[in-house]
Each structure stands twice: as C-alpha cells, then as structure tokens.
Nanobody
Framework: QVQVVESGGGLVQAGGSLRLSCVTS????????AGWYRQAPGKQRELVAG???????INYADSVKGRFTISRDNANTVYLQMNSLKPEDTAVYYC?????????????WGQGTQVTVSS
C-alpha cells in the first residue's frame, strides 16, 4: 500500500510564506515525476509546479512563477516553498507522485492540505 501525505498548510497573511511537504511511503521503488496541484472552491484542480527525477526539469504555473519553488530530496519527499503569498493562492494543495509500485509506475494522490491567505 502506498500513502502520500501532505503537511505544512495553514493560515497566513498576504505577503507571508509557507513550506509544504509531501512524503510518500510504502512499497515503492522510486518516484519519477512529482507535482503540486491546487483546487480553489468552485474551480478546477490546476497544476502549480512539477519536477522530474533528480530535478532535471521543473515547470511552474504562470501565476506562481518567481514566488513558488518546488524541490525534492533523494528519497521520497517533495517540497513546495511558497513566498509572497496572495489571497488568490488560497486553495487545497494536493501532491501527486508517479511512483514505481507493483511492477509499473502509477499515479498516487495525497489527501490535500489547506492553504488560506488573508488580505
């Protein structure tokens, strides 16, 4: 069984910072692509940032470029450093990993962590 657990969300004032963490556990043999997504009330889930194995390729949504930084360690943890937060960044943030499990790469989602930015 594979678990993806996000943490680090919370309430912050505009201009503040938060650091989200995503830990994957279980019988996996490596993570290929990992990404952070967010979903605000009444809106579709959108990709915020993605990173490939080893950090060789990173991409960001235009709305967060220059403010958010995605990174990962050599194990199973992915981070999202969020600076200069804006009220429009308020959403539930989800981690998605493409992990090698039971003979193939499969996509796994976390349960999400709430980020609320007050004006």
């Amino acid at each position: 069984q594979v678990q993806v657990v996000e943490s680090g969300g919370g309430l912050v004032q505009a201009g503040g910072s938060l650091r989200l963490s995503c830990v994957t556990s279980g019988s996996i043999f490596g993570i290929n692509v990992a990404g952070w997504y967010r979903q605000a009330p009444g809106k579709q889930r959108e990709l915020v940032a993605g990173i490939t194995r080893g950090g060789g390729s990173i991409n960001y949504a235009d709305s967060v470029k220059g403010r958010f930084t995605i990174s990962r360690d050599n194990a199973n943890t992915v981070y999202l450093q969020m600076n200069s937060l804006k009220p429009e960044d308020t959403a539930v943030y989800y981690c998605n990993v493409d992990a090698y499990y039971s003979g193939s790469y499969r996509s796994f989602w976390g349960q999400g962590t709430q980020v609320t930015v007050s004006s």
